[in-house]
């Protein structure tokens, strides 16, 4: 069992230190909707996040109908250092839009179209000297450091995921879609299921971008083949994965808010973790300091 706030503190020891360096103190915002209960707990989380590593958190909860106001005036303000919307806001395409209007320069969650185009182009740096990283989202981002923690990684490769496969329950466009571009991006074959179906993420040559296409591939041959089972279904509707359909010494994590795994599933699993709520954190936390650093080098 692996705990993520355990494998976030070593990061945050690290933020504290980068960010005792820096020339002025940081401020993130954060938008909320009212009345939208997880993303109440997910603001309260950073803020407490904040506290730990010495950032300031302001949170300005907002109407759907004037979101676009707030995060226009969110990434005009200099004294803000980092835009975090707490989805959803207005839900469906306003959405969309909204992450589109968070300056991409300030969006530590790496959803803008600038930052997609970079990772599903496995463009991991802005600039040929390789000194500015691209900004990846943090959940995702958060999932694969905790891979690496469970040493699914194997930092010796090119290809850190190098024959790895894979099996993911979510293909939203904030979570699973890019998860599973980054970890096919690292080498890893994955079998990516939601409503519509099932795809495919296959790796390119060498440090190419991956390739994504149809496949027939049922959810019992993906879960009995699979080194890495991520599930973030956020409905009771979902049949939870159960240790009979997974590989023995599988490394199981489950980032929905509800329970996606039979509790007995650790008695199969090589590694299981729970939830990725202090490590989503600390990666939104860590692309604030990123993106600071590298706004200010230009």
Excluded at 56 to 71: N, T, Y
Excluded at 92 to 104: I, K, Q
Excluded at 151 to 179: E, I, M, Y
Aim: glycine letters at 6%; hydrophobic letters at 40%; charged letters at 25%.
């Amino acid at each position: 069992m692996i705990d993520p706030a355990a494998v976030a503190a070593s990061f945050r020891a690290q933020l504290r230190e980068e960010l005792a360096e820096l020339p002025e103190r940081l401020t993130l915002l954060g938008l909320l909707a009212e009345g939208h209960g997880p993303s109440a707990t997910y603001a309260e989380y950073t803020r407490k996040g904040c506290a730990e590593v010495g950032m300031d958190f302001r949170l300005e909860r907002v109407r759907p109908e004037h979101a676009e106001q707030a995060v226009r005036r969110a990434s005009a303000d200099e004294a803000v250092h980092g835009v975090l919307v707490y989805y959803p806001i207005a839900g469906g395409e306003d959405d969309d839009w909204l992450r589109e209007l968070v300056d991409p320069r300030k969006d530590l969650e790496g959803l803008h179209s600038f930052w997609a185009r970079c990772l599903y182009e496995n463009r991991r740096f802005l600039d040929a000297g390789r000194t500015r990283r691209a900004i990846l989202p943090s959940t995702p981002l958060a999932i694969l450091k905790l891979l690496e923690a469970a040493g699914v990684t194997d930092a010796a490769r090119a290809r850190p995921l190098d024959g790895v496969r894979a099996c993911v329950f979510n293909r939203s466009k904030v979570v699973g879609h890019p998860l599973a571009a980054m970890m096919a991006n690292d080498g890893a074959r994955v079998t990516s299921f939601d409503v519509d179906g099932s795809l495919a993420f296959e790796p390119g040559e060498e440090l190419d971008p991956h390739h994504t296409h149809r496949t027939t591939v049922t959810r019992a041959d993906a879960l009995a083949t699979a080194d890495v089972v991520i599930t973030g279904v956020p409905s009771r509707a979902f049949p939870c994965v159960r240790k009979d359909e997974i590989k023995a010494g599988a490394t199981c994590l489950n980032f929905s808010t509800l329970r996606n795994f039979e509790p007995d599933i650790v008695e199969r699993a090589g590694v299981f973790v729970p939830r990725v709520g202090p490590m989503t954190v600390t990666m939104a936390l860590r692309n604030t300091v990123r993106l600071y650093k590298q706004t200010r080098s230009r």
